[in-house]
């Protein structure tokens, strides 16, 4: 079965900060690689995915993640964190079988 | 329009009662998901279904049962609630393996 494992489990930063996740998964074959958002209260939101391509991926609100094939990896950066980044964030792996499954998230508390 | 809407939003029921949560999607999707999301915030699948095919958790208890009365809907219902079931519900659609889950904004169960 499919895991993926967050390893920074609570990240407390300053505003203006860089930002980098971990995320890794076990999946040997063809997978498609995504981050969501969680905001405090809300429902989860795509920040960015991988399907192909490019490794580098672009997302919203300034995220980038990073597909590192070799490390089975798919970090999420930001340079510079804001207040409002404050949420919990997830990485998540679809496999062949269309199943998306999560890892553990993150919480990051921005500080003003 | 709320392309993946959940109702209700909160519900709060005693323990040993049956209860039913909806689910309706309105942007074409074919596979509909449940995913409980625990006080950790670990997210976990329930339940994968499009017009052909259910594939269940096999550690979803089988109090859990989905039922989808069509394409865009996919509700969930379950017997005899426990204390343990208390968490955030969230219903997802996806079109095939194109493109990334779209969630709803999640039902808040509460068991007492």
């Known amino acids: 079965a499919q895991s993926v494992s967050q390893h920074n489990h609570h990240v407390i930063l300053s505003e203006a900060a860089s930002l980098e996740l971990g995320c890794n998964y076990s999946?040997?074959?063809?997978?498609?690689l995504f981050w969501y958002v969680q905001y405090p209260g809300q429902h989860l939101q795509l920040l960015l995915k991988y399907f192909s391509g490019d490794p580098l991926v672009k997302g919203i609100k300034g995220f980038e993640a990073e597909f590192i094939k070799s490390k089975f990896s798919f970090n999420l950066r930001k340079p510079s964190v804001q207040w409002s980044d404050t949420a919990e964030y997830f990485c998540a792996v679809r496999d062949a079988g269309n199943m998306l499954t999560f890892g553990g998230g993150t919480r990051l508390m921005v500080k003003p | 329009d709320t392309a993946v809407s959940q109702t209700p939003k909160y519900l709060v029921t005693q323990m040993g009662n049956d209860k039913s949560i909806k689910c309706e999607q309105n942007?074409?999707?074919?596979?509909m998901y449940w995913y409980k999301q625990d006080s950790k915030k670990f997210l976990k699948i329930m339940f994968s279904?499009?017009?052909?095919?259910?594939?269940i958790n096999e550690t979803v208890p089988n109090r859990f049962s989905p039922k989808s009365p069509d394409k865009a809907h996919l509700n969930l219902h379950i017997n005899s609630l426990e204390l343990g079931d208390s968490a955030v519900y969230f219903c997802?659609?996806?079109?095939?393996?194109?493109?990334?889950?779209?969630f709803g904004s999640g039902t808040r169960l509460t068991v007492v």
């Open positions: 999946y040997g074959g063809t997978v498609n």
């Open positions: 279904y499009n017009n052909k095919e259910l594939i």
């Open positions: 942007l074409g999707h074919d596979t």
């Open positions: 997802a659609s996806s079109q095939a393996k194109l493109y990334g889950y779209t």
